[in-house]
């Protein structure tokens, strides 16, 4: 019996590149400060919905934007179970195995699946990145969750899956599509078959933007095609210039091609970057020290330097901060106040506070997040400079 882990969340960028699932097997995952932050928010959410926690405003775990985030998921799932008649049970994070085929087995654990009182099925995703809006429509991921949840359940009901995304400059987005029986035969012939060909021995590799952002393998010897490609375009670098003169002939479809495959070289190169910035500083300076002898950098033409000293007010000593300079320096409160900035969402999340907690004293219903937030819109729109980012290019949905 062979076991793959991650079968879900790896199942688009298996789909897209068989080979990869070999080629990234054995190599240790490090996590970065984003994957961090998205774990907090998961195990946020996952302590709302088992009842550990009644207010995610008071983790003091979370930062302000891991804050809103998981405010923003929560409200979402709490919006849609009063959309289909509240909740009859809910599972989190529940792990289980899920029988591939009769050779092949992963464990799967979606973030969150509800049973409605209406009588539907709903399995959530979340999605707390920065970089991009995800949509559930053609998601591997939570298709590959619903299939498992169906078949585990002995359909025929239909599933209705969500993604929700954190979002980007676009703001958030919370995505549903409905996977009737029809959808789910289609899927139980497809998925399983994309697990199939990544544990075929000699799985072929394909490049691509979307499989090779986050692959380990990208830009190291287990993958040869993602270091050649990166040094076929370097060889042909040069004759791109001058720059002008080669785009000003391009037509708008060649330039967006063009674009895919400087983004495909770019993510491969910024990781071989990364890997090997970070395997120079092992060398540099092994002990991960802040404040080592500078002397002694193994490696000709660069030197080591000194880690920057980051010297901040932390929020809860701001009202000591200012009798410090009143009593040395006889600031007053009016140019203290001239130098300090507000941010709308610490705003938000105190005033919510208030009123739940003035809610919980009257026993009365506490208000939404969202009441609190509309409602600031307008007591506080006389003091709210509005201004809007520059556009910008966004790959269409195909």
């Excluded at 985030?69 to 409200?75: E, L």
Aim: aromatic share 6%; hydrophobic share 35%.
């Amino acid at each position: 019996m062979l076991t793959i882990e991650h079968a879900a969340s790896s199942a688009g960028k298996w789909e897209l590149c068989p080979g990869s699932l070999e080629a990234c097997k054995g190599i240790p995952e490090t996590k970065s400060e984003p994957a961090k932050s998205g774990d907090r928010i998961h195990h946020a959410l996952y302590e709302y919905a088992v009842g550990k926690v009644t207010d995610i405003d008071s983790r003091i775990d979370l930062s302000d934007r891991e804050r809103q985030v998981a405010n923003w998921f929560k409200d979402q799932v709490v919006k849609t179970c009063r959309a289909n008649g509240g909740v009859a049970s809910i599972h989190a994070e529940q792990t289980s195995l899920w029988q591939i085929t009769p050779e092949l087995q992963s464990h799967i654990t979606p973030d969150l699946v509800i049973s409605m009182k209406d009588g539907t099925r709903h399995i959530f995703d979340y999605k707390s990145g920065r970089a991009e809006v995800h949509t559930s429509d053609d998601n591997r991921q939570v298709q590959s969750y619903a299939l498992h949840d169906w078949l585990e359940n002995d359909g025929p009901a239909d599933r209705v899956v969500h993604v929700l995304s954190a979002g980007n400059d676009s703001g958030e987005r919370h995505t549903m599509t409905t996977l009737d029986t029809a959808t789910m035969i289609a899927l139980e012939g497809y998925i399983p078959e994309i697990f199939i060909a990544a544990v075929k021995p000699g799985a072929k590799r394909e490049l691509g933007f979307e499989q090779c952002r986050y692959c380990l393998a990208a830009g190291t010897e287990r993958c040869p095609e993602s270091i050649q490609a990166v040094e076929k375009f370097a060889a042909n670098a040069p004759r791109m210039q001058p720059v002008d003169a080669v785009l000003g002939a391009m037509t708008p479809d060649q330039c967006s091609e063009a674009y895919k495959k400087v983004a495909l070289v770019a993510s491969i190169a910024d990781k071989v970057k990364t890997c090997l910035k970070n395997k120079m500083m092992e060398w540099a300076n092994p002990s991960g020290d802040t404040d080592w002898d500078a002397e002694g950098c193994p490696m000709t033409g660069w030197e080591i330097t000194k880690g920057s000293v980051v010297r901040s007010i932390p929020d809860d000593y701001v009202d000591e901060a200012y009798r410090l300079l009143n009593e040395h320096e006889g600031i007053t409160p009016d140019q203290f106040r001239s130098i300090v900035s507000v941010k709308r969402t610490k705003i938000e999340g105190m005033v919510h506070a208030v009123r739940c907690e003035k809610a919980e004293l009257d026993q009365e219903k506490a208000p939404t997040k969202k009441s609190t937030i509309d409602d600031l819109k307008t007591i506080l729109d006389p003091v709210i400079i509005e201004s809007r980012k520059a556009g910008s290019l966004k790959k269409r949905s195909e």
